[in-house]
């Protein structure tokens, strides 16, 4: 099993920046992905950006230029940088991690607020 725990969310003013961390432990050998995925009230959830074991990278294109996702394999630590955050960015954040099979392990998720 793996665990994931997010940190660094927060309330910010537009057009400023955070930096979320994923940290995971466990069976972190069998990760092929990590990525981050948000859900503001009333809608899905959705992806924001993704990194394969590999170093490949997915961005939503909302947020393609602004955000980068990193990778630290040694610390089993995935990294979202939000740059130029928007209100529409205001979200509760999701770390993922995917495996070659079964099913995906979620965070417990940080909220991630951008004020006007």
């Known amino acids: 099993q793996v665990q994931l725990v997010e940190s660094g969310g927060g309330l910010v003013q537009a057009g400023g920046s955070l930096r979320l961390s994923c940290a995971a432990s466990?069976?972190?050998?069998?990760?092929?992905?990590m990525g981050w995925y948000r859900q503001a009230p009333g809608k899905q959830r959705e992806l924001v950006a993704s990194i394969t074991r590999g170093g490949n990278t997915n961005y939503a294109d909302s947020v393609k230029g602004r955000f980068i996702i990193s990778r630290d394999n040694a610390k089993s630590t995935v990294l979202l940088q939000m740059n130029s955050l928007k209100p529409e960015d205001t979200a509760v954040y999701y770390c993922?991690?995917?495996?070659?099979?079964?099913?995906?392990?979620w965070g417990q998720g940080t909220q991630v607020t951008v004020s006007s």
């Open positions: 466990g069976s972190i050998f069998f990760i092929n992905a």
């Open positions: 993922n991690a995917k495996f070659a099979t079964g099913s995906p392990t």
